[in-house]
T-cell receptor, first 111, second 113 residues
Framework: GQNIDQPTEMTATEGAIVQINCTYQ??????LFWYQQHAGEAPTFLSY????GLEEKGRFSSFLSRSKGYSYLLLKELQMKDSASYLC????????????FGTGTLLAVQP | ETGVTQTPRHLVMGMTNKKSLKCEQH?????MYWYKQSAKKPLELMFV???????ENNSVPSRFSPECPNSSHLFLHLHTLQPEDSALYLC????????????FGSGTRLTVV
């Protein structure tokens, strides 16, 4: 079967650092994506990892360990506007380009 | 207009009604997708179209009928829905092939009464 796990909710303080974890068990692996979704809006692309290691993009970084089936999204210098759901998605085996999503982590940033 | 546009944004329909959701992308992508998003659940893949051909039907009930007349437009025709079909329906597009992420529309919030 295919399974992607991430925490349901997290709370953090403005200016702090937060790490959102994602573990996956899928039939094959062809890349992992992180998306941000504000309430009532479209999910927007944040990052893509296909090789092990850390990808940094401004305040956001994403890490992947394929051997452990594990990824995390790191958000630095948190701002109130970072309050949103963060979706982890995996592209599985085969030539298909479909993504399998986790339930999403609802992050609340407090003053 | 750029990106992925979905209409309507909100839809309330009775169980005996027939309605259609529309998705349009102006990104030159050649793959389009329908996803269902329910509270506390992962996004559920419904249908995948590559170069206008349906390549995935994720065991979706026949009361949902997709249509892809060209690479820029995708429809989801709805009939005799159930209250449990109430959800946010998201359309996305991408380039076909590995390594490409999706661009999502803002979704249609569907309520079946």
């Amino acid at each position: 079967g295919q399974n992607i796990d991430q925490p349901t909710e997290m709370t953090a303080t403005e200016g702090a650092i937060v790490q959102i974890n994602c573990t996956y068990q899928t039939s094959g692996f062809n890349g992992l994506f992180w998306y941000q979704q504000h309430a009532g809006e479209a999910p927007t692309f944040l990052s893509y990892n296909v090789l092990d290691g850390l990808e940094e993009k401004g305040r956001f970084s994403s890490f992947l360990s394929r051997s452990k089936g594990y990824s995390y999204l790191l958000l630095k210098e948190l701002q109130m506007k970072d309050s949103a759901s963060y979706l982890c998605a995996v592209r599985g085996e085969g030539a298909t380009n479909k993504l399998i999503f986790g339930t999403g982590t609802l992050l609340a940033v407090q003053p | 207009e750029t990106g992925v546009t979905q209409t309507p944004r909100h839809l309330v329909m009775g169980m005996t009604n027939k309605k259609s959701l529309k998705c349009e992308q102006h990104l030159g992508h050649n793959a389009m997708y329908w996803y269902k998003q329910s509270a506390k659940k992962p996004l559920e893949l419904m249908f995948v179209y590559n170069f206008k051909e349906q390549t995935e039907n994720n065991s979706v009930p026949s009361r949902f009928s997709p249509e892809c007349p060209n690479s820029s437009h995708l429809f989801l025709h709805l009939h005799t829905l159930q209250p449990e079909d109430s959800a946010l329906y998201l359309c996305a597009s991408s380039q076909a092939g590995l390594g490409y992420g999706y661009t999502f529309g803002s979704g249609t919030r569907l309520t079946v009464v």
